[in-house]
């Protein structure tokens, strides 16, 4: 089972904080790069940030200052610390996996809804 699993979204005020997890599958080491995309109701899916496997990344402009990327290489995990959350914010956020060697793994998602 390659695909990702994403955890820690929910229900949050405009100002808070989500940490959002995703797990990968197989060897860290034979990741290119790991992402967070979200879909937005109504919109198109974006990409909010992305880190790969040197540790180099690239964010949103619209995240920049209040989202943060990170990994952990010994648990195959991919983090996305949100804070001064806003209500635009509000989307299912997804986790893209990219391999060297092989195909990108999406996960399912994880809402995160973020009120007034």
């Known amino acids: 089972q390659m695909q990702p699993v994403e955890s820690g979204g929910g229900s949050v005020q405009a100002g808070g904080s989500l940490r959002l997890t995703c797990a990968a599958s197989g060897d860290i080491f034979s990741i290119n790069y790991m992402a967070w995309y979200r879909h937005p109701p109504g919109k198109q899916r974006e990409l909010v940030a992305s880190i790969r496997a040197d540790g180099s990344t690239h964010y949103a402009d619209s995240v920049k200052g209040r989202f943060t990327i990170s990994k952990d290489n010994a648990k195959n995990t991919v983090y996305l610390e949100m804070s001064s959350l806003k209500p635009e914010d509000t989307a299912t956020y997804y986790c893209?996996?990219?391999?060297?060697?092989?195909?990108?793994?999406w996960g399912k998602g994880t809402l995160v809804l973020v009120s007034h």
């Open positions: 893209d996996v990219d391999y060297r060697h092989g195909p990108n793994y």
